[in-house]
């Protein structure tokens, strides 16, 4: 999907499906995500609530539960990740490719010296003694930017704020110096400031190391301009995928836009209204047959709840999966038909929208 | 740490002072302690007698002031005469020097009563708890690392069952197999050496020690079952630890709190489960002791048992207090 780099990618995961089978039935969380992922490289993953972004990671992390059902490919350098699984594959996680969570207040273990959390990957993995794992540990610490390393070792995490535990995380994280970092929301719990810093420090960690990182977040202002590529999920699928300039000046996908405006931007006048998505996502047991974004959308049509659109190219290694696809004639000619009407073929309130900072009708370039 | 250690004593030194006091105060206002000692002729009114208004009941000794000698007596032997904080207090200092009475009905000194008896007991115990936790521990583990299969349900149902069956049950269907069918244990107490004891206590211990297995699996496999979804498990198998490192090292310890609360609790019902046990496998203890001292209204043997048997589980909740920093950091801080 990078059209600059030749050769094989890193990851590679092809038509990935995961259902949980539950009581009610069901539960495709997962339906059919494609991406490649080249060294070095970051994919950010976008969605809302839901949308399986963290099924997806753990899909890659070998961590979902038993009952889980995964269909489709998952290739690390050119080995099939879901053979590595059923193979118990001691030194792969951990080493080649980790993963770090939402809330570091919960992914470091209460009753472990931070020191020992860091040092077991390195005495597990790579054999080091007692002693040389931990002066790592420590080195470590610093190149995570925590001040006192040394001293931090013997603390617990009750003793350390919610910035130092995230990046306490991260240095357990590239302990075996990965290949590919996953970081699942690594910001989402911590305060606006602390946000900035540790995304900071990811980018120039991964940047050093030459690391490959998937950044998952459900805030397209997290990703823009952090990563190379985005992947934007709903309801498990794909709904458009591009090179991250590209996305935001050419953005496709309904959903996009409307993810879109509920964040703040810069170059909105001061006053613009802040637009939550209305509705919810769909329930993943029973999946209507059209496009499970219709229900929301602004630019639906009939067809819409009919058929579900497939993903298309829009030009170089940019796919949207929509009939009326943002920004295209067809795409403004539904809008202004919607808006005409007041209301949306599947009864959504047009009026909803009024005063939102939207983008349609300039096409935003191309 | 020492501040924390220093405030678990305060609080064991009052707890033992309460239970004391409770213990005094209510046997002797419930019960007649003169009439413990001294029999039916403590209801003879001294005072009267004393003014020759009424001869006292027996009135077999010169001046007819027999009973009222031996009533006065006794008073000031067991300091009835005193006031009862006052006696609770004197009583307390003698407990401090050891020196807990003689039994009312044979003389014997208590503390010789008890030395005789604890050890008994206390071998019951520590060899059912020592049971129960070697059972439940690798049970509870199996179990919940493959929580809701079949070997976990079937753990379930026998769990339930063991809870299920009463102590005196449990006991005589031992009893009736090991003692009587197939005589592999002895059907008395052997007090010989430290193997025949042990040996003697393999069928108690059992009685005793499964149903606590059975509560101890049931606590520990729901704590782990909870502990093995917390965010730190997901992130200890992300840096690719195997599932017996995760196990072991990352989800046991903080998964104990529920297991060793009630460990220091199960010690007070193990007092009561002894009684019986006891008696079924013919062990002089301590819970044999108490129940025919109880009876015969022998005051300072329970008066005793309660006092040993309270610190006993003072004591122990207090070293459970520790375990619980140990296992916690967080507990450890002095705020
Ligand atoms: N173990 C599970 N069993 C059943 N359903 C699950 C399980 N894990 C996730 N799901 C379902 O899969 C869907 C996707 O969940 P996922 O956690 O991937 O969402 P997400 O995009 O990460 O959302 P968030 O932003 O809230 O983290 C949800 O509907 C969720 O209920
Ligand atoms: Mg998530």
Redesign the interface.
Known sequence: MNGTVNGQPLLSVTDLRVGFATQRGLVRAVDGVSFDLFAGKTLGIVGESGSGKSVTA?TL???LPSYARVEGSVMFDGRDVRELAAQKE??????EM??????PM???????KVGEQIA??LR??LGRSRKEARDEAGDLLETVGIPEARKRLSQ?P?ELSGGLRQRV?IA??L??SPRLLIADEPTTALDVTVQKHILDLLDELREERGMAMILITHDLGVVKGRTDDIMVMYAGRTMEQADTATLFSTMRHPYTEALLETIPRIDMPSHTRLVPIPGRPPDLIDIAPGCPFAPRCRYSVDACVVECPSLEGHGTAHVCACHKPVGTEAGIAARAANEQQGTTPTGLDMGLFEGAGSRSGTGAGN | MIRFLARRLVALFAVLLAVTALAFGSLNVLGDPLFNVVGFIASVDCDAVLAGEIEDISGQTAGGRGDCEVIQAARKEHRLDRALPVRYVLWLGDIVRGDFGTSFKNEMPVRQVLADKLPKSILLMTVAEVIGIVIAVPWAIVAAYRANRRFDRASTVTSFGLLAVPNFAMGIILFYFFVVRWQIFPSRFEDTDLAARLKSMVLPGLTLGLPLAATYQRLLRTDLITTLQEDFIQMARAKGMTDRWVMFRHALRPSLFSLVTVFGISTAGLIGGALVVEQIFSIPGIGRAVVEAVIRDDFPIVLGSVVVIATGFVVINFFVDIIYSLIDPRVRRDD
């Open positions: 753990k992390m070998n961590l001691k030194h792969f996680w951990g080493v980790t993963m770090i969570f939402q809330d919960t992914s470091l273990n209460p009753v472990k077991e990957s597990v993995h617990y009750h995380v357990m994280a302990a075996c």
